[in-house]
């Protein structure tokens, strides 16, 4: 069993900033791609930001130049900043790692943190 544990979610003010972190767990495990979504109410889930093993990064068009996906492969965990927010990034970040355990590939999506631009 693999779980995604993710943390820093929280409040925060339009111009700030947020770190978002989310760690696998487990036992017997590998870890190819790592990504961040996001799902604001009334909305369908969209891919953010994504991170391949060797470090190549893909963004959505609305969060280019203001969010940075990065990853400690030692510590088996993603990150996400998030600079300049605005209200529009309001939503639950979920993250998802593309993992293989016993043989066995699948996507493991985190619990999601809520992430709420307001001032």
């Known amino acids: 069993q693999v779980q995604l544990v993710e943390s820093g979610g929280g409040l925060v003010q339009p111009g700030g900033s947020l770190r978002l972190s989310c760690a696998a767990s487990?036992?017997?495990?590998?870890?190819?791609?790592m990504a961040w979504y996001r799902q604001a109410p009334g909305k369908q889930r969209e891919l953010v930001a994504a991170?391949?093993?060797?470090?190549?990064?893909n963004y959505a068009d609305s969060v280019k130049g203001r969010f940075a996906i990065s990853r400690d492969n030692a510590k088996n965990t993603v990150y996400l900043q998030m600079n300049s927010l605005n209200v529009e990034d309001t939503a639950v970040y979920y993250c998802?790692?593309?993992?293989?355990?016993?043989?066995?590939?699948?996507?493991?999506w985190g619990q999601g943190t809520q992430v709420t631009v307001s001032s």
């Open positions: 487990g036992s017997r495990f590998s870890i190819n791609a």
């Open positions: 998802n790692s593309d993992i293989t355990r016993l043989g066995i590939r699948r996507n493991v």
């Open positions: 991170i391949s093993s060797g470090g190549i990064t």
